[in-house]
């Protein structure tokens, strides 16, 4: 798998070399305090006062890509900036949001080709994709829960999906009550496997990349899967267990988890 750092912080995609990054309003948020960020933060606001309307949304769509911009000098790949949530139930909206995101990128010198729109796997958000991705603007699906979500993303020929584990986990623990999983009966990794088996089994050229991840015996588990996006904690945690992080991740073998226990019987 190619390790993603799921983080906006530039000091620690400096220190963990991933081959991409992947942020959120709440990462954003939580990158925004740092010290390295104030100057940005500043012209956001500047830049916002100047274009009217919501001053809050617009500078942090300023900020979200003055933030990426920063990441693309670091990483080789891609970054991913997310479409504002509560869009994510509007087509039209979202495609909006996500040609003004990359005409800033542009603005700023840096090409469509490393940004990675990211959506809600929402049908709106999905249908949203579907168009952008035939302007050129590669989308990253997340919020992603189901076979049904991944199914239609496939469909809709979008570059990268975020299927999502930890969240999975949290809902079946409130749910039953049980405090006990373990990463071969997690049901997050077993719906990210069964999502990976789906997608190769029928050839989709879409990136599966494993994203929400509470531990560490989650991503090993999901070794193998094309891309799994990290926090800096479980990276740190990845490296302390593996003295290499990268290792135990590249091999590529088939997600140890067995993809055919349907998620509700999980
Ligand atoms: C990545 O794409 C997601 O934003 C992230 O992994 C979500 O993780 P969380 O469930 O810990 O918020």
Not at 161 to 182: H, M, Q
């Amino acid at each position: 798998s190619l390790v993603v750092a799921d983080t906006g912080d530039i000091e620690a995609i400096r220190r963990y070399q991933p081959q991409d990054a992947t942020t959120n309003p709440s990462l954003l948020l939580k990158a925004a305090q740092l010290p390295q960020y104030q100057q940005h933060v500043k012209e956001a606001l500047s830049w916002a006062e100047t274009q009217g309307g919501d001053v809050i949304a617009q500078a942090s769509m300023k900020l979200a890509v003055s933030i990426g911009k920063e990441i693309l000098q670091i990483v080789p790949g891609l970054v991913s900036t997310e479409v504002d949530a509560r869009l994510s139930f509007d087509t039209r909206a979202s495609v909006e949001y996500a040609r003004r995101l990359i005409t800033l990128y542009e603005q700023e010198g840096v090409g469509r080709e490393r940004v990675l729109i990211k959506l809600a796997s929402t049908w709106e958000g999905i249908a949203a994709a579907s168009l952008l991705e035939k302007e050129g603007i590669r989308c990253n699906l997340t919020l992603l829960f189901s076979q049904c979500q991944a199914v239609a993303c496939a469909e809709a020929g979008v570059t990268l999906i975020s299927p999502f584990v930890g969240r999975i986990l949290d809902w079946y623990k409130a749910s039953t009550g049980r405090d006990d999983y373990t990463a071969q009966d997690d049901p997050g990794v077993l719906s990210v496997a069964s999502i990976y088996e789906y997608y190769k089994s029928r050839g989709y050229p879409t990136i599966v990349m494993g994203a929400s991840f509470r531990n560490t015996g989650e991503i090993e588990a999901l070794a193998g899967c094309d891309r799994l996006t990290i926090s800096p904690q479980l990276l740190q945690e990845l490296q302390d267990d593996k003295g290499e992080l990268a290792s135990g991740l590249n091999e590529d073998v088939v997600p140890q988890a067995k993809p055919e226990q349907p998620l509700s019987e999980a």
